[in-house]
């Protein structure tokens, strides 16, 4: 018999000898997918949780023993429904002081529960819309934080939970950056256990700064698509489907949920159903909310399709994990806080990807006016902000760096380490220049030095001593009336100004208007947003004349730090005579 065969093949020491054998190389299988899960899997900062977890994954899932409060109807006290809570006495007074340690009213916060109830900020259209849950990709929340308030940071993570599919959420990771409260250490360790598994907490003992600790929270997810958020947040009612939506059918898109604005003095939470801005950024590398283009408007078919968007405001947004890393993560070297959002925007539109806002996904967000953190970076960096823009300037924007080296002269010698490595990843993703982003992902950015008729400082001689053009410091969002300075030389961009080719006398984002009172013969410049069709002027000779208006920009009588004015024309007067300067 078959039987008899094996049993007399295998004498007591061939027997033996297969069973080593088996061991060897079971035991070597063993280590392998150990080391293979630890290390090549991206989880390389070393979370036993997560390979664990790996390895355990059947039957139960994290988080079946916890329940969910998702009914909001009938919830009732303070904040509910979204509302702002009011302090009276000595709540109040403390509630106060509250804004100049944390920036947010934390008496506030912790007057509301952790689950409360917030109005659906969702359109309609939204709202009617099914998914098939078990076609989408699942997603790991990241939050980071670093001695974030305890109300604010815990009621991220029960919005989240109260408000995703289990279905959809893999889990919920929080990256501790070094935090040093004694409040986020056991406490937060025993908080979390209600969560049954769900929520992992990941904590680094050197500061990482919100970069790279965004990277490290990735590094260990395990979802195909991750979730970034800021530990001071709320999701709202489906918030978590369209963003795995959108990412399951097209992996190559980096998305943003709606921002929803939860105010910092009494965490009132107010949503825009029909918010349509997008993210575009200033030369100076800051983020701003611009409307959407004519031509995204022209492409888009419903309210509820993605608005694609040149760039992104940074804390919240979604991807596909391996596509996220595969485009670059993020740049490890930039510190503590700023630029990344800028740098991901670019860098993901110039090398194939996009960035897009989901109009049904909706997520608050408390505004601060400050940062309850230290924001000194190594070695002593004060500037983390100017050091990390300016590698992303020298790394994506070829020679339109030159643009933010107008607002930051002071960079352009700066050392800010070693870019070897992101060059190495812009070659090897064959990403298309920064002309390419410009021209195709926002046309309407003005470019200052471009297609313009005259471009520099602009500068008068009156009685041998230069005055030139000057903002004066004025607030640009807004609109002010233009002044004059004694010229600065290289290093001031308050001095700059372009005469555009449609005659428009502008600046990055604001016009110079003439205004003359009737009958006078004599107004101001005031500058205002560029979104409105600015007015014209004329360069005749040396001259600046106002179109509509006939008159002429001049500094008569104007002394260094007040206003410029339009006057009677005078083709001799050196107060009229105006010259556009480099340096
Ligand atoms: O060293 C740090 N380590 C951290 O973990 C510093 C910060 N952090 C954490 C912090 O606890 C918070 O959870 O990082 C998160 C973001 O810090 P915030 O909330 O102080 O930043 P912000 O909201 O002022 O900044 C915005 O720009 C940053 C630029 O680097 C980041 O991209 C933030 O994520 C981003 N936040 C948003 O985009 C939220 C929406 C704002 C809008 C519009
Ligand atoms: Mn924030």
């Not at 195909?224 to 190559?252: K, M, T």
């Not at 740098?343 to 601060?368: A, L, N, Q």
Request: hydrophobic share 35%; charged share 25%; aromatic share 8%.
């Amino acid at each position: 018999s078959p039987v008899g065969l094996i049993c007399r093949y295998l004498s007591p020491r061939r027997f033996s000898s297969l069973v080593q054998t088996l061991l060897f190389f079971g035991g070597l299988l063993f280590v392998s997918y150990i080391v293979f899960t630890t290390f090549v899997v991206p989880s390389a900062d070393g979370n036993a949780g997560a390979v664990l977890a790996r390895i355990q994954r059947s039957g139960r899932r994290p988080g079946d023993g916890y329940v969910r409060v998702v009914d909001d109807k009938g919830r009732s006290g303070p904040g509910e429904q979204g509302a702002g809570v009011r302090l009276s006495g000595e709540e109040k007074t403390r509630g106060e002081a509250d804004m100049k340690t944390w920036f947010m009213n934390v008496v506030a916060s912790d007057k509301i529960s952790l689950d409360r109830s917030i109005r659906d900020a969702r359109r309609d259209e939204c709202k009617a819309i099914t998914y098939d849950l078990a076609s989408l990709p699942r997603a790991s929340v990241i939050i980071i934080f670093t001695d974030e308030a305890w109300t604010p940071l815990l009621r991220t993570v029960h919005s989240v939970i109260n408000r995703s599919p289990p279905e959809l959420l893999e889990e919920v990771i929080l990256l501790d950056d070094n935090s040093q409260r004694e409040e986020l250490k056991e406490k937060l360790d025993e908080y979390v256990k209600r969560f049954d598994g769900l929520v992992k907490i990941v904590r680094k003992d050197v500061r990482h700064g919100l970069i790279r600790a965004k990277l490290a929270g990735a590094r260990v997810a395990m979802g195909e698509v991750i979730v970034f958020l800021d530990s001071h947040c709320e999701a709202n009612h489906g918030w978590l489907e369209p963003l795995v939506a959108r990412i399951g059918e097209s992996p190559s898109a980096v998305v943003c949920p709606i921002i929803d604005y939860i105010n910092s003095h009494d965490l009132g939470y107010s949503g825009d159903p029909y918010a349509n801005s997008v993210g575009g950024f200033s030369w100076s590398m800051h983020f701003t909310w611009e409307p959407m283009s004519e031509s995204e408007k022209a492409r888009r078919k419903s309210p509820t399709e993605y608005m694609r968007s040149p760039t992104m405001a940074g804390g919240l947004l979604a991807a596909n994990r391996e596509y996220f890393f595969k485009v670059g993560g993020y740049d490890e070297e930039m510190d503590i806080w700023g630029g990344e959002n800028l740098e991901i925007s670019f860098r993901v539109w110039m090398c194939g990807g996009s960035i897009e806002f989901i109009p049904c996904s909706h997520v608050g967000h408390i505004f601060r006016d400050g940062h309850p953190y230290n924001m000194t970076g190594r070695g002593g960096n004060k500037d983390v902000h100017g050091t990390n823009s300016k590698r992303l300037a020298e790394v994506w924007m070829d020679d339109y760096k030159r643009m933010y080296y107008l607002h930051r002269s002071d960079l352009k010698t700066k050392d800010v380490g070693d870019l070897t490595e992101r060059h190495k990843l812009r070659e090897k993703l064959q990403c298309k220049p920064f002309k390419w982003f410009l021209d195709n992902i926002v046309p309407d950015k003005f470019i200052p030095d471009e297609n313009v008729q005259a471009y520099g400082m602009l500068q008068a001689t009156v009685d041998g001593s230069k005055i030139c053009l000057d903002t004066l410091q004025q607030d640009e969002k807004g609109s002010y009336g233009m002044g004059v300075y004694f010229c600065q030389g290289g290093g001031s961009s308050a001095q700059l100004i372009s005469l555009a080719r449609d005659g428009r006398l502008r600046r990055e984002t604001s016009c110079a208007h003439g205004v003359v009172r009737e009958r006078d013969t004599k107004g101001t410049v005031v500058m205002r947003s560029c979104r409105e069709k600015g007015d014209e002027w004329l360069r005749v000779g040396e001259q600046l004349r106002h179109k509509d208006s006939g008159l002429c920009l001049s500094v008569r009588g104007v002394k260094s730090g007040e206003k410029i004015i339009i006057e009677g024309c005078d083709a001799s007067a050196p107060e009229q005579q105006w010259k556009f300067v480099q340096s």
